[in-house]
């Protein structure tokens, strides 16, 4: 089995700056594209961002674009989300996600097959 683990949340004020991480470890996948998802309380789980196997194509909720960057580092086994002028509404936990067997962007939660714990991050006005 596939463990994701997220790191880098935590409390900024609107303006500011985070740069989550997500760490694959266990059995080790052949190819895989990542995603990033986030819930606040109360409400559905959305899609954030997501990236191809080989890094070349990304796609982003119209909420963030321009202000939020995926990223991944295959030899890490690592996925970041850069996340630049946060907002109060960014406030949610926020959780990796891996699609086994997937070259290509991926944005529907149901594809996805392996998922982190999920980090908070939570922006002050």
């Known amino acids: 089995q596939v463990q994701l683990v997220e790191s880098g949340g935590g409390l900024v004020q609107a303006g500011y700056s985070l740069r989550l991480s997500c760490a694959a470890s266990?059995?080790?996948?052949?190819?895989?594209?990542m995603g990033w998802f986030r819930q606040a309380p109360g409400k559905e789980r959305e899609f954030v961002a997501a990236i191809s196997w080989d890094g070349g194509s990304t796609s982003y909720a119209d909420s963030v674009k321009g202000r939020f960057t995926i990223s991944r580092d295959n030899a890490k086994n690592t996925v970041y989300l850069q996340m630049n002028s946060l907002k109060p509404e960014d406030t949610a936990v926020y959780y990796c996600?891996?699609?086994?067997?997937?070259?290509?962007?991926?944005?529907?939660?149901?594809?996805?097959?392996?998922w982190g714990q999920g980090t908070q991050v939570t922006v002050s006005s």
């Open positions: 996600a891996a699609a086994d067997q997937t070259l290509i962007v991926v944005r529907t939660a149901t594809a996805y097959d392996y």
């Open positions: 266990g059995r080790t996948l052949d190819y895989y594209a």
